[in-house]
Every structure is written in C-alpha cells, then in structure tokens.
Nanobody
C-alpha cells in the first residue's frame, strides 16, 4: 500500500557525517509524522528523531545538536543529516511513517546500515 525506500547508509569514520533519505510512494502530508529509529547491535530499536506536518522536530537526547531531521514535501522524502558521528551511532536505521489516520497503520523502511569506525 505504501512503499518506503531508504538510502544513504554506509561506513564512516568517527567525527564524520552521513545523510539518510527515506522516499515514500505517497504524499507525505497523508502521514501524521515521520520518524527515524535505529537498532544498535544487540539492542532494541530506539527512536532517534521525529518531524510532524507542522515541521516541528524532536530528537533523542543522544543525538541532539548532531542530527537534523528534515523533509522535502515535493519529493515526498524525509532526511536525517548525521554529523559528528561516533561508534555509539552504529546500527541499522529505519524510517517510520505514522499513517494511522489515513491508512490505519505505520509503515517502515527496509533499514540501512550505518557503521562508524573509531
């Protein structure tokens, strides 16, 4: 019903930057919010950042001041700019679109691996 395509993961040295993208097959205004989650090795999935349709971002304490979530409404894409990366940022990153109002559920991207070498 809704397809998400993630891109931008990879291997980077500590202190470096990466930008993740998540493109949706539907108009992103049909979603209540867009978020990025991550799952570090051996740990549970955790919230990283969220942005709503009124363009207000929220961040986990661990990434505040380093990560920036943004959206391109024309391209139906949400981004996560990650700066000053550390080994603790290593994990699989997933985008999530909250479509409960219009679609009755959430949608997840396939995940993209981010590995930060120290």
């Amino acid at each position: 019903q809704v397809q998400l395509m993630e891109a931008g993961g990879g291997l980077v040295q500590a202190g470096g930057s990466l930008r993740l993208s998540c493109s949706a097959s539907r108009n992103i205004f049909t979603f209540d919010s867009m978020s990025w989650f991550r799952q570090p090795p051996g740990k549970e999935r955790e919230s990283v950042a969220q942005i709503t349709n009124n363009n207000r971002p929220q961040y986990a304490d661990a990434v505040k001041g380093r990560f920036v979530i943004s959206r391109n409404n024309t391209a139906n894409t949400v981004y996560l700019q990650m700066n000053n990366l550390s080994s603790e940022d290593t994990g699989v990153y997933y985008c999530n679109l909250d479509g409960k109002t219009v679609y009755g559920g959430d949608f997840w991207g396939q995940g993209t691996q981010v590995t930060v070498s120290s």
